[in-house]
């Protein structure tokens, strides 16, 4: 790996990314962004695929299109696009060789996981994370609509791993004002991300006037770098659940999070329509606070901002993304 500080969008853009749910994506074509790329992914007979947006005889917006059995039909004269993004058919002039400029940018593309991945360099840096539960019948999910926030990816990783907020910012939801201190943790790094545990005294919803219960619950932490968290929450008084956090970067300072949960699926009556309600209404305390932090770009040197003992994860992970976007192995400070 050489060792230079890359634009953002190379930097990321060797990595699969989201961008958009599986449930999103029918038979018709579907716009999606990422890293300022602008996008249409479509169903093939045998998979999903990926170009960019936009027709290359005249410009017109390929979402507007069909999927045809050839492939993705421009709705302004018919010029129709195979995965590979060449034009295999022009019909203003059958029988006469296809220009061999009629040709769009094609990237990979995969489902998986109740998503659609993107890669937009030609060799992918690293695999999908690997998350087997959602694979091998055990578990069901359910999504979240996408969250749209004016946050870097990194900084929306970073509020997903933030041990002390959770006391601050999530009172009234399961934050315990109670608990301030974060007790020590340790955090694992392994070659793709970081991984810590740790146990909070949540506060379960109050019940017909009672005081709230403390639910001490077992919460691991589990990214995949870049921009991929899991975390598994294992309450006492609540159904144990893991929430999964994926932000695609739009651009520097904008990305969108495609968040959901896996729950046993014996919950199916009861689990989604709490977690779907409760989750919001989390995750839009987490939004005012986020959406606030200057610069909104994650930042790419440790000095600019100031880190104490309870910020280890949040740290050690920006380690992982700063290190990617320099091209080098960097040692966090050691907390104060
Ligand atoms: S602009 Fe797409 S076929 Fe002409
Ligand atoms: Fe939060």
Request: hydrophobic share 40%.
């Amino acid at each position: 790996m050489d060792s230079r500080v890359r634009s953002y969008q190379e930097a990321f853009s060797p990595y699969w990314h989201p961008v958009a749910f599986s449930h999103e994506l029918k038979e018709r074509p579907l716009a999606a962004r990422l890293l300022e790329t602008e996008l249409v992914v479509w169903r093939t007979g045998t998979g999903v695929a990926a170009t960019q947006r936009y027709c290359a005889h005249r410009g017109a917006d390929l979402c507007a299109g069909h999927v045809t059995e050839e492939g993705l039909r421009c709705g302004f004269h018919g010029w129709t696009y195979g995965r590979d993004g060449r034009c295999v058919r022009v019909p203003s002039q059958p029988g006469v060789p296809i220009p061999a400029r009629a040709v769009i940018s094609s990237f990979h593309a995969v489902e998986r996981y109740g998503l659609i991945w993107v890669c937009l360099a030609p060799e992918p840096a690293a695999a999908l994370p690997e998350w087997p539960e959602l694979e091998d019948g055990s578990v069901a999910t359910v999504p979240l609509p996408r969250l749209d926030w004016n946050i870097s990816a990194g900084r929306m990783i970073e509020v997903v791993l933030d041990v002390a907020h959770l006391s601050w910012v999530h009172e009234g939801t399961f934050g315990n004002p109670q608990q301030q201190e974060v007790l020590p943790y340790e955090v694992e790094r392994g070659p793709g991300g970081v991984r810590a545990r740790i146990s909070y005294p949540a506060l379960g919803p109050s019940v017909g006037g009672q005081p709230p219960k403390v639910d001490r619950t077992s919460l691991t932490y589990d990214v995949f770098l870049p921009f991929a968290a899991r975390l598994a929450f294992k309450p006492t008084l609540f159904y144990a659940h893991t929430v999964y956090a994926i932000a695609s970067p739009w651009s520097e300072e904008k990305m969108q999070c495609f968040y959901f949960a896996s729950y046993h699926p014996r919950l199916r009556n009861h689990f989604p329509d709490m977690f779907v309600k409760s989750e919001l209404a989390i995750l839009e305390q987490d939004r005012v606070i986020a959406e606030a932090q200057r610069p909104l770009a994650h930042p790419l040197d440790f000095t600019s901002e100031v880190h104490v003992r309870a910020d280890r994860l949040p740290l050690e992970y920006r380690r992982g993304v700063i290190a990617i976007r320099s091209g080098q192995a960097v040692e966090p400070p050691i907390p104060d």
